[in-house]
T-cell receptor, first 114, second 116 residues
């Protein structure tokens, strides 16, 4: 089975721009979660999607949004980019919403905001 | 809110020796799940081991085992017979009970170096 894929792997943007990151979960997985990883703040939960609905949201401003499609693929969008949005964005998938399930992580998208 | 603390930013160990990584957490819940994830330099996060809070028996996966002390809210990871491939960032993570919020709450991580 193919793992979680994220595109693009690297992205460079300038302040004020917007960006869309994509995540394709493992086939059959319906839950997709997003995390932001920075040296200062560590790994922080952004949001979780299941069956095309956002189930949980972390403590991030409204500039961060996401969606999930009927095939479980998910996108996250960041509008009006700030320097502090530079981070590794990780996507994770799991079969359902059972907390015991392992979350399988993708390789991440490295976003640099100049 | 739940918090996870890893007090050792860096650890190093000689190849073939044993090392223990510390993790403490804070929660008011009685049922939850704890995980150790490994993030090698390639950046793909991998699950190492997991523990269900209601199980008293410590989880074991080959060379990896945990010491789960629920009352002390402590969840340490022991790596036996350390190998060069074990070098990575290790994150301790907490997760709320089944069918609840899916988010993982991570500690700040411990960078583990294996000396040949």
């Amino acid at each position: 089975k193919a793992g979680v894929t994220q595109t693009p792997r690297y992205l460079i943007k300038t302040r004020g721009q917007q960006v869309t990151l994509s995540c394709s979960p493992i086939s059959g997985h319906r839950s997709v979660s997003w995390y932001q990883q920075t040296p200062g703040q560590g790994l922080q939960f952004l949001f979780e999607y299941f069956s095309e609905t956002q189930r949980n949201k972390g403590n991030f401003p409204g500039r961060f949004s996401g969606r999930q499609f009927s095939n479980s693929r998910s996108e996250m969008n960041v509008s009006t980019l700030e320097l502090g949005d530079s981070a590794l964005y990780l996507c994770a998938s799991s079969p359902d919403r059972d907390s015991y399930n392992e979350q399988f992580f993708g390789p991440g998208t490295r976003l640099t905001v100049l | 809110a739940q918090t996870v603390t890893q007090s050792q930013p860096e650890m190093s160990v000689q190849e073939a020796e044993t090392v223990t990584l510390s993790c403490t957490y804070d929660t008011s819940e009685s049922d939850y799940y704890l995980f150790w994830y490994k993030q090698p330099p390639s950046r793909q996060m991998i699950l190492v081991i997991r523990q269900e809070a209601y199980k008293q028996q410590n989880a074991t996966e080959n060379r990896f085992s945990v010491n789960f002390q629920k009352a002390a809210k402590s969840f340490s990871l022991k790596i036996s017979d350390s190998q060069l491939g074990d070098a990575a960032m290790y994150f301790c993570a907490y997760r709320t009970p089944r069918w609840g919020a899916q988010k993982l709450v991570f500690g700040q991580g411990t960078r583990l170096t294996i000396n040949p």
